[in-house]
């Protein structure tokens, strides 16, 4: 079965910067549009950014200007570059397949936390 690990998440005060990074594994990686997604407790899962095979990329109103996904597909890795972070981007990230592009991989990884507070 697939495996998705993401990493990199942490305690960050408003305003800082993080990045994201999830190894796919078990997956012709290059084949399938990425996406990051993010919980907030309370709140369902959403979508943030999503990359395509081709690099093109697309962002929640909520986080353009702030937030880049990107590719790596020699590794596997999709990464995402949070800046400007807020206090309302707290959740814990997950890294998929693109909803909107087809059905989502299973399980999903761990996840990983940001917690955006001063």
């Known amino acids: 079965q697939v495996q998705l690990e993401e990493s990199g998440g942490g305690l960050v005060q408003p305003g800082g910067s993080l990045r994201l990074s999830c190894a796919a594994s078990r997956i012709s990686f290059s084949m399938y549009s990425m996406g990051w997604y993010r919980q907030a407790p309370g709140k369902q899962r959403e979508l943030v950014a999503s990359i395509t095979t081709y690099g093109s990329t697309h962002y929640a109103d909520f986080v353009k200007g702030r937030f880049t996904i990107s590719r790596d597909n020699t590794k596997n890795t999709v990464y995402l570059q949070m800046n400007s972070l807020k206090p309302e981007d707290t959740a814990v990230y997950y890294c998929?397949?693109?909803?909107?592009?087809?059905?989502?991989?299973?399980?999903w990884g761990q996840g990983t936390q940001i917690t955006v507070s001063s």
């Open positions: 998929n397949r693109d909803h909107r592009a087809g059905a989502v991989f299973t399980p």
